[in-house]
């Protein structure tokens, strides 16, 4: 079935250990997404990519990076995580900008 | 900026009831979308049911139906016949002309047997 994969679902790293997020989809959508989901709290976007277009959020540190190499692949890029970057890290895709998003299951990281 | 609010945190409903989910948004533009997204424990958010704003009928999805209230800038969500499936977070999400996603802290939903 077609659908959007995040590997791992869990991740544990340690205070200031880069660590990398993936995300891949086999919808062959245009666009994808980060969303970093804090407990008890909304999804908030991080950055999306429109094909190779990348749109970073006003807010989003500079801790924060991320990759496209090809439509169906997509890394988060952490540099240095610090305790407070310790979230559930949502991957989503849509066709074009104005559809609808699906989402994936999510990679919970725990920083240590 | 665009703020989604959604001032119920939990809400309860009996098997085969009908329960309303509510939310609030403010906003400068007029065209633009509102969604909400279902998230079960541990399992993806998937779409229930989306509404354009430009749109004066009430989005239904079989047993999910919203009420749009575009002067009020309200967005609530219906559920008919609760099912056990029901019970999730439910997030209420707001899309502006410029594509940018608010969504907002979600209402988790237990269906009681």
């Known amino acids: 079935d077609a659908m959007v994969i995040q590997n791992p679902r869990y991740q544990v790293t340690q205070f200031g250990k880069p660590v990398t997020l993936s995300c891949s989809q086999t919808?062959?959508?245009?666009?994808m997404y980060w969303y970093q989901q804090k407990s008890s709290q909304a999804p908030k976007l991080l950055f999306h990519?429109?094909?190779?277009?990348?749109?970073n959020e006003a807010d989003t540190p500079d801790n924060f990076q991320s990759r496209r190499p090809n439509t169906s692949f997509c890394f988060l890029d952490i540099r240095s995580p610090g305790l407070g970057d310790a979230a559930m890290y949502l991957c989503?895709?849509?066709?074009?900008?104005?559809?609808?998003?699906?989402f994936g299951p999510g990679t919970r990281l725990t920083v240590l | 900026a665009q703020t989604v609010t959604q001032s119920q945190p939990e809400m309860s409903v009996q098997e085969a009831e009908t329960v309303t989910l509510s939310c609030t948004y403010d906003?400068?533009?007029?065209?633009?979308?509102l969604f909400w997204y279902k998230q079960p424990p541990s399992r993806q958010m998937i779409l229930v049911i989306r509404?354009?704003?430009?749109?004066?009928q009430n989005a239904t999805e079989n047993r999910f139906s919203v009420n749009f209230q575009k002067a009020a800038k309200s967005f609530s969500l219906k559920i008919s016949d609760s099912q056990l499936g029901d019970a999730a977070m439910y997030f209420c999400?707001?899309?502006?002309?410029?594509?940018?996603?608010?969504f907002g802290t979600g209402t988790s939903l237990t269906v009681i047997p």
């Open positions: 990519y429109y094909d190779k277009d990348f749109n």
């Open positions: 989503a895709t849509s066709l074009s900008i104005s559809d609808e998003q699906f």
């Open positions: 906003t400068s533009e007029s065209d633009y979308y």
């Open positions: 509404q354009e704003a430009y749109k004066q």
């Open positions: 919808l062959n959508h245009n666009v």
């Open positions: 999400a707001y899309r502006s002309a410029a594509y940018q996603f608010y």
